[in-house]
Structure formats: structure tokens, C-alpha cells
T-cell receptor
């Protein structure tokens, strides 16, 4: 799987948008970008995924650059409960494609 | 989304004993399950891939005789930590794959193992 690069930590004020960047310059054509988050002492939680178009769901928006070499996860109105480690993952869908390799992620601190 | 459970949620055992952790997909059949280990303040490390009815595939550096994986049915995979030692103390997380959709991988809540 392609590797991703994320900043180790970020702060965000409660109620403001949190923009989490991810670089995945070696992504291949059939690989999707996934975002998960892990709240302390819990299993990872799926947030969103995309191939090349921007995506939005009830949790977040995903903006993927035209060359697909980077993406940004946007939490539009961060709350204290969004404090977690956010993982950006690139993964294919062929046989074995669900093998998810986690990088270090970004530790997001949402402050009151 | 679908639900994946783990049992127990936490366990404390003495050094030298074996501990079994269960991972269940509650409302779907899982063709593949994965086992991860996570040490404090570190990311998840993939240990092995478990396919129903076949032997697990272990990642490099993971001892297959130490971490026994059994995927006896489409809804249950077990991880047994044999002859546990304090350095095996960790947070163990499983994930289960449903079908072939791009978003159909679900993670369990994790099991915290403490070996005294």
C-alpha cells in the first residue's frame, strides 16, 4: 500500500473547522483514500473515503486534489468529542486490498 | 454500519498463561478478519490476516506459534496469546471485512491485555 504523511498533531478551537492534511504522493490509480479516527482506548472508527471526487457525509468532508497526491479531511464544526487520532490511509480494493496499514496519524486536540 | 465485537474487553493474567481473545461479526459474515496490536501512544500494528477455513497469514516479525489465530466460522476469529509475558501487554484490535465493497471493513472495540 502507498504510504501517507500526516502532521503529528494539530489543535483546533471548539466550533471551528478542523482541516487535517494528508500527503499520498505515491498513490496508484485504483487506490482509495480512507480516513479513520481512534478515540482513546477504542477501536478505529470509519469516517469517510474517496477516489478522486470530493466527498461529504454526516461526519466530515474529504477534499482530494486533482492529481490525487494529497487530501484534506474537514470536520466543519469541531467539538470536544472530536479529540482523537486521525488516520489517513490509502488502500486498493483488489484481493487483499482490505489489508489496512496504519501510519502514525494526526493527534487532533479540540480545545474549548 | 455493521458491528464487530470483541471479548473480553480487558483481561489480566499471570505470566506464562495463555489468553484467548474472540472477535465476532454480529450482523454479517466476515470473509476476512485482521488482528492488530497497539502499544501505548503508538499506532496500530497489523499482526495477521485471518481467512475462514484456512491458515492465517502473519506479518513479518510476528511469531505464529506465539499468537495462534483460528477463524473457524464466518462470524468468529480467535487470537490466543500463548505463554503470555509482560511484554505482550497491549491493546489488541480486530477488524472484519464484509463483502467486497470499498468501505466494508469494520473494527472491533479492542481488548486490553495486561500480563503480570
Amino acid at each position: 500500500d502507498a504510504k501517507t504523511t500526516q502532521p503529528p498533531s494539530m489543535d483546533c478551537a471548539e466550533g471551528r473547522a478542523a482541516n487535517l492534511p494528508c500527503n499520498h504522493s505515491t498513490i496508484s490509480g485504483n487506490e482509495y483514500v480512507y480516513w479513520y479516527r481512534q478515540i482513546h482506548s477504542q477501536g478505529p472508527q470509519y469516517i469517510i473515503h474517496g477516489l478522486k471526487n470530493n466527498e461529504t457525509n454526516e461526519m466530515a468532508s474529504l477534499i482530494i486534489t486533482e492529481d490525487r497526491k494529497s487530501s484534506t479531511l474537514i470536520l466543519p464544526h469541531a467539538t470536544l468529542r472530536d479529540t482523537a487520532v486521525y488516520y489517513c490511509i490509502v488502500r486498493g480494493i483488489n484481493t487483499g486490498g482490505f489489508k489496512t496499514i496504519f501510519g502514525a496519524g494526526t493527534r487532533l486536540f479540540v480545545k474549548a | 454500519g455493521a458491528v464487530v465485537s470483541q471479548h473480553p474487553s480487558w483481561v489480566i493474567c499471570k505470566s506464562g498463561t495463555s489468553v484467548k481473545i474472540e472477535c465476532r461479526s454480529l450482523d454479517f459474515q466476515a470473509t476476512t478478519m485482521f488482528w492488530y496490536r497497539q502499544f501505548p501512544k503508538q499506532s496500530l500494528m497489523l499482526m495477521a490476516t485471518s481467512n475462514e477455513g484456512s491458515k492465517a497469514t502473519y506479518e513479518q516479525g510476528v511469531e505464529k506459534d506465539k499468537f495462534l489465530i483460528n477463524h473457524a466460522s464466518l462470524t468468529l476469529s480467535t487470537l490466543t496469546v500463548t505463554s503470555a509475558h509482560p511484554e505482550d501487554s497491549s491493546f489488541y484490535i480486530c477488524s472484519a471485512v464484509r463483502g467486497q465493497g470499498v468501505d466494508e471493513q469494520f473494527f472491533g472495540p479492542g481488548t486490553r491485555l495486561t500480563v503480570l
